[in-house]
């Protein structure tokens, strides 16, 4: 991990990120208790991973790194990004978590770059199907 990445992802947690890492978290051990939630559980877990040390990685869709559609990126992942289940049980609060951490951030100058990496993790938490996490 280059110098300043590093510093980014101390600041990160420290504004932040980790408590963002821990709902992400939640969110996973929520999914795989529902057992129908497993693919989501997944996608969360990684996704948790990413939001402890978001600078250095971005999250693209899988079918750009491999060149190949799958069940995840293809018409089965967005019915699954759709599906109440994920929705209702932890797509939304995450998504408002993460809103509402860019705006208190975006307050100060400082939080700027913060604030916007809150809010392409807000995007993720509506659609994370089909997503995987890639060195930037």
Do not use: C, Q
């Amino acid at each position: 991990m280059a110098p300043v990445s590093l510093l980014l992802n101390v600041l990160w947690i420290l504004v932040g990120g980790a408590w963002m890492a821990f709902g992400w978290l939640a969110a996973s051990v929520i999914m795989a208790i529902t057992i129908v939630g497993l693919p989501w559980a997944r996608a969360a877990f990684n996704i948790a991973v990413y939001t402890l040390l978001p600078f250095g990685s971005k999250a693209v869709r899988r079918d750009e790194v491999t060149g190949e559609s799958d069940i995840g990126t293809g018409p089965l992942g967005v019915l699954g990004n759709i599906v109440i289940v994920w929705f209702l049980l932890a797509g939304w609060w995450l998504a408002l978590g993460h809103v509402v951490t860019a705006v208190i951030l975006a307050i100060t100058i400082i939080g700027i770059p913060f604030a916007w990496a809150h809010l392409k993790l807000a995007g993720i938490a509506l659609w994370p199907i089909g997503k995987v996490i890639v060195p930037a």
